[in-house]
């Protein structure tokens, strides 16, 4: 066996368990804890690669740009106030939260075969804790999809709320819902998964 | 929770997350094992360097060598100090090169901090040189165990492990049947395509 230079590192080779050693936090501080460590990995992920966002924001500009003219030119009669475009965007952020959201929830099954979820269970994070981080990590996701369709849809001249509490209001909304999905999507997976291994 | 909190492990997948850095991966799990907020840098500085990772700490995994995301996958298991470190064939689709490297770490991580090391392999070599005691498994049951020098002894005539490994698990296709069939090869080809 080729040897090369002795591993060094004094501080992983002081007393080995001394995190195990500490008392377990509490219940309460486990899943906002998680649910911030899922949430920042996340927006990591995002920060290093913006593909998987500029492919999805394909979607809603096609619905936008395409299906939305299409309608409002044949929807000619519709009221002045309540042009076709507001519609579209109402529509456009929950779909767009839920698809992604569903979609997140749904890679649990690509994660166990990997090995990842095996690694995360190691940890000493409680399933529920898991589930519900992963469930908010999809929320991220679903907001920067948000994000493009409002910004879309200023630029088409879509009338928004501009009150602060509306908009924040509004991403509440998507977050909780995309969390929903994601769980009930991640719920669909691992009992597929279960069903299969059985 | 209390038992997780002194295990590491290495799954046999390369499960590490091509879209973050390697301190970034590091970091996640420093966070999911409750390490302090004020230790938790120097702890994952710390892993690093005892993986020899420092340098290619702040570049995407994804431009990783094999090698160096299984020392990445120790790094993760490693920033919690364990007190057992589960190793499940940490080697499987790794060059001879890439393969020295784990084993010199593993070799110098349980020669530092003289943590349990549970290693599950199936490469008798990596059990000859890594290992103070060996349990033979075949069918889920344990068919012999003790140190590596016992069990040749057991057998005698100048045999090796893979001599005493065949005769505990079967040498014909019993043994082939169990262990080679489909699933598994399809499985140690997609692991060795995720290292390339």
Same mark, same amino acid.
């Given at each position: 066996?080729?040897? *090369?230079?002795?591993?060094?590192?004094?501080?992983? /080779?002081?007393?080995?368990? &001394?995190?195990? *050693?500490?008392?377990?936090?509490?219940?309460?501080?486990?899943?906002?804890?998680?649910?911030?460590?899922?949430?920042?990995? =996340?927006?990591?992920?995002?920060?290093?690669?913006?593909? =998987?966002?500029?492919?999805?924001?394909?979607?809603?500009?096609? !619905?936008?740009?395409?299906? /939305? =003219?299409?309608?409002? &030119?044949?929807?000619?009669?519709?009221?002045?106030?309540?042009?076709? !475009?507001?519609?579209?965007?109402?529509?456009?952020?929950?779909?767009?939260?839920?698809?992604?959201?569903?979609?997140?929830?749904?890679?649990?099954? !690509? =994660?166990?075969?990997?090995?990842?979820?095996?690694?995360?269970?190691?940890?000493?994070?409680?399933?529920? &804790?898991?589930?519900?981080?992963?469930?908010?990590? &999809?929320?991220?996701?679903?907001?920067?999809?948000?994000?493009?369709?409002?910004?879309?849809?200023?630029?088409?001249?879509?009338?928004?709320?501009?009150?602060?509490?509306?908009?924040?209001?509004?991403?509440?909304?998507?977050?909780?819902?995309?969390a929903?999905?994601?769980?009930?999507?991640?719920?669909?997976?691992?009992?597929?998964?279960?069903?299969?291994?059985? | 929770m209390?038992?997780?909190?002194?295990?590491?492990?290495?799954?046999?997948?390369?499960?590490?997350?091509?879209a973050?850095? +390697?301190?970034?991966?590091?970091?996640?799990?420093?966070r @999911?094992?409750?390490?302090?907020r004020?230790?938790?840098?120097?702890?994952?500085?710390?892993?690093?360097?005892?993986?020899?990772? $420092?340098? +290619?700490?702040?570049?995407?995994?994804?431009?990783?060598?094999?090698?160096?995301?299984?020392?990445?996958?120790?790094?993760?298991?490693?920033?919690?100090?364990?007190?057992?470190?589960?190793?499940?064939?940490?080697?499987?689709?790794?060059?001879?090169?890439?393969?020295?490297?784990?084993?010199?770490?593993?070799? +110098?991580?349980? %020669?530092?901090?003289?943590?349990?090391?549970?290693l $599950?392999?199936?490469?008798?070599?990596?059990?000859?040189? @890594?290992?103070?005691?060996?349990?033979?498994?075949?069918?889920?049951?344990?068919?012999?165990?003790?140190?590596?020098?016992?069990?040749?002894?057991?057998?005698?005539g100048? %045999?090796?492990?893979?001599?005493?490994?065949?005769?505990?698990?079967?040498?014909?296709?019993?043994?082939?049947?169990?262990? +080679?069939?489909?699933?598994?090869?399809?499985?140690?080809?997609?692991?060795?395509?995720?290292?390339?």
């Amino acid at each position: 066996m080729r040897r *090369e230079g002795s591993v060094r590192s004094a501080a992983l /080779g002081a007393t080995p368990p &001394a995190f195990a *050693e500490r008392a377990a936090p509490a219940w309460w501080r486990w899943v906002p804890s998680r649910v911030a460590t899922f949430c920042l990995v =996340e927006l990591q992920k995002l920060s290093h690669d913006r593909t =998987e966002l500029f492919t999805r924001a394909v979607q809603p500009v096609l !619905w936008m740009l395409i299906f /939305g =003219e299409t309608s409002t &030119a044949c929807t000619r009669s519709r009221p002045a106030d309540s042009p076709i !475009w507001t519609s579209w965007r109402r529509g456009s952020s929950p779909s767009r939260a839920s698809f992604v959201s569903i979609f997140y929830g749904i890679q649990i099954i !690509w =994660e166990r075969d990997a090995g990842v979820l095996t690694k995360l269970l190691v940890t000493p994070t409680p399933r529920c &804790a898991l589930i519900i981080g992963k469930g908010f990590a &999809a929320g991220i996701r679903s907001l920067a999809q948000v994000v493009v369709v409002l910004v879309l849809s200023a630029i088409l001249g879509v009338t928004l709320s501009t009150n602060p509490l509306h908009i924040l209001a509004a991403l509440l909304i998507v977050m909780l819902g995309s969390a929903f999905f994601a769980c009930l999507s991640m719920t669909i997976a691992g009992g597929g998964c279960s069903g299969a291994t059985a | 929770m209390a038992v997780r909190r002194l295990l590491g492990c290495v799954p046999q997948q390369l499960s590490i997350e091509a879209a973050l850095t +390697g301190r970034e991966n590091v970091a996640w799990f420093a966070r @999911l094992f409750d390490v302090p907020r004020a230790q938790r840098g120097a702890r994952v500085a710390d892993a690093l360097d005892a993986m020899g990772l $420092t340098e +290619g700490a702040d570049r995407l995994v994804g431009t990783y060598s094999g090698g160096m995301v299984r020392r990445l996958e120790l790094a993760q298991a490693l920033v919690n100090r364990p007190a057992l470190f589960v190793l499940v064939e940490p080697t499987i689709g790794l060059d001879p090169i890439a393969r020295d490297g784990v084993w010199r770490r593993v070799e +110098g991580l349980r %020669a530092q901090t003289g943590m349990t090391v549970l290693l $599950t392999t199936h490469y008798m070599e990596e059990a000859q040189a @890594l290992c103070d005691r060996i349990a033979l498994m075949h069918h889920g049951t344990i068919r012999a165990q003790g140190t590596p020098a016992q069990l040749r002894d057991g057998l005698g005539g100048g %045999a090796t492990l893979e001599d005493v490994f065949r005769e505990y698990t079967g040498s014909g296709r019993d043994g082939e049947d169990a262990k +080679g069939g489909l699933g598994e090869i399809r499985r140690t080809r997609r692991d060795a395509a995720r290292v390339r």
